[in-house]
């Protein structure tokens, strides 16, 4: 009777083509199908992007990137030249969804008219400040931590004033942390201020010390008669001519040196809350440009922004030079922050974006076209090592039009539409088996463990049906996340048939239930 042990008939380790996202597998290269272009991958000042459907491979090449910029941060950190590329990842769980919320609460919009919504109000500057968020909070997290990593990253801005100032604001309008960490990062990195003891002490010793002088220089003068005559001459005049202009004065001179004094007192009380309103206004200048993270107290904001500028510097002066006015910009200045702190250069991988609740293409089509149309531009893209992957093609996204094609550049960049013929399939299907062979190979280390040594490859599977039918079918499929789904199906069929193996109808069957999985 045949075996329905389909891994120990055909010599597997494990079923290969029973894994659906890139995320939730081995991350095996025997078993990965990589194009020419993309072999011996090496961080470098490109930007890649990548458009294809669900299943298509986006995240696969994603994860492979991230190992080559993880191998070369290792190589990095060993040697001691620095700390490798700092990695920006959107990918993040929940943080393109926290940003989205966000900005959705700040343009108030609702869930019914979101796709126009953000379609009017989403601009590249919004996108990059999920850049900055994100950058903010890592971070913030590191200087945070107490280790030998974030003392040195603290001493480091300590050395540096600006970059001190930067690095905090950065912290209190972009990093998503709780107001104990910016508390702590403030007082280690500002000038301590004097305390209200050491302010009234300074006061009682200034005026002790001016009242001596005023005491010591009248005593000095008394014992001069010229002297004492000249300035008393000099006070009777000044009493005299206030005395003509201002008659209270002789009158009531004990009133109006009471009202003299509240004039001051109103005055300085003026002038201080003055103070305090401009700097009110400009912290919330500089926090209403920020519409993806949630704003701090006005008052935190405004208490370093006193601390950090003069308050004649405008809004304008403290973003050119702590955060940045255009996105080409922001970005420089992060990256410019970030090599300050011991990396050498700024990485930024987004993917996933089809599964961000606001950005589903099915419930908001009109919204992902506007995502991917804002990224799609040359002074962003140019700023080089930039990763995105889009779930769908540049035509289906409307990335196709004159427009946008002369706004994106996509000539100066490395621009891939992920398709996949059959001949490519046919090859992934078949690296996989192997790779679950030579797994299998590998793990046995005892003889009698049941591997023939005639094991069954790829093409004994299909021995039943025309190679004209293998192609055709083979042909229907677009990704390769549908390959997977017809081969599951298969072997499912093998397995419950052991004695008959596949025939042209069976893979009929399963290729159309591949393409109705498959969305």
Not at 11 to 30: H, I, M, Q, W, Y
Request: net charge neutral; proline share 4%.
């Amino acid at each position: 009777m045949p075996t329905t042990d389909l891994l120990k008939a055909f010599g597997l380790s494990r079923n290969p083509f029973t894994d659906r996202t890139a995320e939730k597998t081995e991350f095996d290269p025997l078993s990965l199908y990589v194009a020419s272009d993309l072999r011996g991958f090496k961080p470098s000042e490109t930007t890649y992007i990548f458009f294809g459907r669900r299943g298509s491979g986006k995240t696969t090449i994603r994860l492979q990137l991230e190992e080559g910029y993880r191998r070369y941060n290792d190589a990095a950190v060993a040697s001691g030249r620095s700390r490798g590329v700092f990695m920006v990842d959107l990918c993040k769980p929940g943080h393109m969804t926290a940003c989205l919320s966000t900005f959705q609460q700040t343009i108030g919009a609702s869930i019914d008219n979101w796709d126009s919504s953000f379609s009017e109000y989403w601009r590249t500057a919004d996108l990059v400040d999920c850049i900055l968020s994100y950058a903010a909070t890592e971070l913030v997290s590191s200087a945070s931590a107490p280790d030998a990593r974030g003392k040195e990253m603290l001493d480091t801005l300590r050395a540096d004033p600006r970059v001190s100032r930067q690095f905090l604001l950065l912290a209190h309008l972009y990093s998503r942390t709780d107001t104990v960490q910016l508390q702590s990062l403030r007082a280690a990195l500002l000038k301590p201020k004097l305390s209200a003891a050491q302010v009234t002490v300074g006061a009682v010793t200034v005026g002790a010390g001016a009242a001596v002088s005023v005491i010591t220089g009248c005593a000095l003068a008394a014992r001069d008669e010229r002297v004492a005559s000249a300035v008393g001459e000099h006070v009777e005049y000044v009493a005299e001519v206030l005395a003509d202009a201002l008659p209270p004065l002789r009158s009531h001179p004990k009133l109006c040196a009471l009202g003299l004094g509240t004039l001051a007192v109103a005055g300085t009380w003026y002038y201080l809350r003055w103070q305090r309103r401009v700097a009110r206004e400009r912290a919330r200048s500089v926090q209403a440009n920020v519409r993806v993270v949630k704003p701090q107290p006005v008052e935190v904001v405004a208490q370093l922004l006193s601390s950090s500028f003069s308050l004649q510097d405008p809004v304008d002066t403290v973003r050119q030079l702590c955060i940045g006015i255009s996105a080409h910009q922001k970005l420089e200045l992060l990256a410019s922050l970030v090599r300050l702190l011991g990396y050498e250069a700024l990485a930024v991988f987004g993917d996933c974006f089809d599964e961000v609740t606001l950005l589903d293409p099915v419930r908001f089509p009109a919204a992902i076209k506007a995502f991917a149309k804002e990224i799609c531009r040359n002074d962003v893209l140019n700023f080089g090592r930039l990763h995105f992957f889009f779930p769908d093609s540049r035509l289906a996204l409307d990335l196709n039009t004159d427009r946008t094609l002369k706004e994106a550049r996509f000539d100066r960049h490395f621009v891939r539409d992920l398709t996949w013929s059959r001949h490519q399939l046919e090859e992934l299907a078949e690296r996989r088996f192997r790779a679950a062979q030579e797994a299998l190979v590998l793990e046995s280390s005892a003889p009698g463990d049941g591997i023939a040594n005639d094991a069954t490859t790829f093409a004994d599977l299909f021995k039943k049906v025309r190679g004209e039918d293998f192609s055709s079918y083979i042909a229907k499929l677009s990704t390769p996340r549908e390959l997977l789904i017809m081969m599951t199906e298969m072997f499912s069929r093998i397995e419950a048939h052991p004695e008959g193996g596949l025939t042209a109808q069976d893979m009929e069957i399963a290729v159309t239930k591949a393409l109705e999985q498959s969305v």
